[in-house]
């Protein structure tokens, strides 16, 4: 899953997209994730739906005589002639405070002492967060579990029917597993390749691995917080990495543009996206990641006019990752990983093997943008199970041949990626 976030705020109407398909798939992306389409509330919020059967009168084209879900089918169409499969938002742990479910069906609905609807909230940095434009399903003490179930599998069947694939279940860690279990069986039911991405970030790895073992095909890692030394993140990958897969990304629409954070810095964030789509099964990239825009995605605020100036183009690089990807079964997988030692610490050396087919695969990465770091070992076979010799397979600067002792000064950000076959 080679996943491109189409936010659809920043994209436009819809018949405006096909520009945005093309360069999605000329990228190497297999699939387009879009972030809610549903009518939202008063807020304007993408996240707070007001009513899950009708659309965003920003994403379609009035001078269209057909109908939004014709709409939005012609766009399905578009994408999978394209060789893209659609992925949406499935926001089901709320909606808006003005949505007329709370006045149609007031039992679904966490209540605040004085029986107001109770808003979703979480912990940031010590401060506890409250959505004020959002009102909370009740999960936890239902009083009409089966209304409420009945209801979602609606409108998953809804969006099924518009030609969607798969979904990305917003804030799913805090809905139980049993509710995801029989959503998941039953979809699969009458649609065997529909597929459900868990969003856990912000959870314990108790509630993590709770989730993925209510049989979702992804959850999303948090890779992208690494700073390549802790042991936090291998220990995340592998306490979830036999009972699923997970995707890593370099940024989100719930995060700062990297490039922003980095100071536009070229060789960082192909660093990041690099590590990125390697060390995990699936890799998702958000609109401008490509061009180094520095403008965070906003889901009320984000227009089409907030497409930025070419601050620096990674398509070349991009593509030639997720071709990387898509050729090699160990960058598929969760794979077993390990981190290496080396003689310099501004050095990551990953392993991984797969255990679908008989292939390895080490990951050479600078950790340092801004500067050469010498990378040195006498021999590989100290790192690989394999005899067989490592091919470079790198998306920059590949060697044909790789001399023992090998010595090399990669180049700030630089990754060298080195594959063999084991018999």
Not at 121 to 128: G, K, L, M, R, Y
Not at 332 to 346: C, K, M, Q, V, Y
Request: aromatic share 12%; with cysteine; hydrophobic share 40%.
């Amino acid at each position: 899953m080679i996943l491109y976030n189409l936010f659809p705020l920043l994209a436009g109407p819809l018949h405006r997209w096909e520009p945005h398909l093309d360069r999605a798939r000329a990228l190497g992306f297999n699939w387009l994730f879009l972030n809610p389409i549903q009518l939202p509330g008063a807020s304007g919020s993408l996240y707070s739906i007001a009513d899950y059967f009708r659309f965003n009168p920003r994403l379609l084209n009035p001078a269209d005589p057909a109908p939004p879900e014709t709409q939005i089918q012609r766009l399905a169409a578009r994408a999978r002639e394209r060789g893209l499969r659609l992925m949406i938002d499935l926001v089901i742990n709320h909606c808006a405070i003005d949505s007329p479910l709370i006045r149609e069906h007031p039992q679904w609905f966490v209540r605040q002492p004085d029986g107001r609807p109770a808003h979703p909230s979480c912990q940031h940095h010590d401060q506890t967060v409250v959505w004020t434009d959002l009102a909370q399903f009740d999960h936890q003490h239902p009083r009409d579990p089966e209304g409420f179930y009945r209801y979602c599998r609606r409108v998953v069947d809804a969006l099924l029917a518009l030609g969607f694939d798969g979904f990305r279940c917003d804030a799913a860690y805090q809905i139980p597993r049993p509710f995801w279990q029989r959503l998941i069986h039953d979809t699969r039911q009458r649609h065997p390749h529909a597929c459900f991405a868990a969003e856990t970030l912000g959870c314990s790895p108790a509630q993590t691995l709770e989730t993925a073992r209510a049989g979702f095909d992804y959850v999303f890692n948090s890779s992208k917080w690494w700073d390549f030394h802790g042991c936090w993140l291998l220990e995340q990958y592998n306490l979830i990495r036999e009972i699923t897969r997970s995707i890593s990304f370099p940024e989100s629409h719930d995060t700062p543009r990297l490039a922003a954070e980095l100071n536009g810095n070229p060789h960082a964030l192909k660093q990041r996206y690099l590590f990125a789509a390697l060390f995990a099964a699936g890799v998702m990239m958000p609109i401008g990641f490509e061009f180094g825009f520095r403008k965070p995605l906003h889901v009320v605020n984000s227009q089409p006019a907030d497409w930025e100036p070419v601050h620096v183009d990674l398509s070349d690089f991009i593509t030639r990752v997720n071709h990387l990807k898509l050729q090699h079964p160990v960058f598929r997988e969760e794979s077993p990983a390990s981190i290496l030692p080396t003689d310099n610490p501004n050095i990551l050396l990953l392993w991984k093997a797969s255990v679908q087919h008989p292939q390895e695969a080490l990951l050479i990465l600078n950790q340092d943008p801004h500067h050469h770091q010498d990378f040195h070992t006498d021999h590989f076979r100290r790192f690989i199970q394999s005899g067989a010799p490592l091919r470079d397979v790198s998306p920059e600067y590949p060697l044909d041949y790789l001399p023992e002792p090998f010595h090399y000064a990669l180049r700030p950000g630089q990754g060298i990626v080195l594959v063999t076959t084991r018999s």
